[in-house]
C-alpha cells in the first residue's frame, strides 16, 4: 500500500494497488486495525477504478458512426 493520493492515479495504478489490498485481507494475516484501514484505501481504489471506467465509456459512448456504422469522428463529451 501506498500513500499516494488515489485521485492521482491511472485505472492502472489504483487496480494494481487494490489487488495487493484485497490479496492482504484475504489473506487474513493484519491486525484488526491495519485490516480496517486496509478496507477503506480498498474502498477509495474502487472508486477511483470506477470513475475511470466510467470516463472511458463516455468517450467511448461519444463516437459518431456514419450511415454504414463506421467511425466517422467524435463528439465532445460535456464535462470531459
Same mark, same amino acid.
Given at each position: 500500500?501506498?500513500?499516494?493520493s ?7 495504478? $489504483?487496480? %494494481?494497488? =487494490? ?5 492482504? =485481507?484475504? *489473506? /487474513?494475516d493484519? $491486525? &484488526?486495525?491495519?485490516?480496517i484501514?486496509l478496507?477503506? *484505501?480498498? $474502498? &477509495?481504489?474502487?472508486? *477511483?477504478?470506477?470513475t475511470?471506467l466510467?470516463?472511458a465509456?463516455?468517450k467511448? %459512448? %461519444?463516437?459518431? &458512426?456514419? /450511415?454504414?456504422?463506421?467511425? $466517422?469522428? =467524435? ?5 470531459l
Amino acid at each position: 500500500m501506498t500513500d499516494r493520493s488515489v485521485d492521482e492515479m491511472s485505472f492502472e495504478e $489504483a487496480m %494494481a494497488e =487494490l489487488e495487493q489490498v484485497l490479496g492482504q =485481507l484475504e *489473506r /487474513g494475516d493484519v $491486525a &484488526l486495525d491495519d485490516s480496517i484501514k486496509l478496507y477503506e *484505501r480498498g $474502498a &477509495l481504489l474502487k472508486k *477511483r477504478c470506477e470513475t475511470k471506467l466510467k470516463e472511458a465509456e463516455e468517450k467511448v %459512448a %461519444a463516437i459518431t &458512426l456514419d /450511415g454504414d456504422g463506421n467511425p $466517422a469522428g =467524435l463528439k465532445p463529451v460535456d464535462g470531459l
